[in-house]
């Protein structure tokens, strides 16, 4: 007989409150137009080379506002 885990019976995730900055980030979605922003900072961003991959421009950006008004 195969053991059932709580995973399996129930998902706990639909009884969780979003936390500060996942609210933060619904908001920023609502409120950056994120294809005029990216055509307008990608020329500027990084590209791959024989090093390390530069992070994604869209999570940089998220991040680097996330810093800024949390004040990290």
Do not use: C
Not at 20 to 43: G, I, M, N, S
Not at 50 to 66: D, E, K, T, V, W
């Amino acid at each position: 007989m195969r053991q059932l885990t709580l995973a399996y019976h129930a998902s706990f995730e639909q009884f969780g409150r979003k936390g500060k900055q996942e609210l933060f980030l619904d908001r920023l979605e609502q409120v950056v137009h994120w294809p005029e922003f990216l055509a307008l900072v990608a020329p500027h961003y990084p590209k791959a080379g024989n090093g390390r991959q530069p992070a994604g421009l869209s999570i940089m950006f998220s991040i680097y506002i996330l810093q800024q008004w949390f004040g990290f």
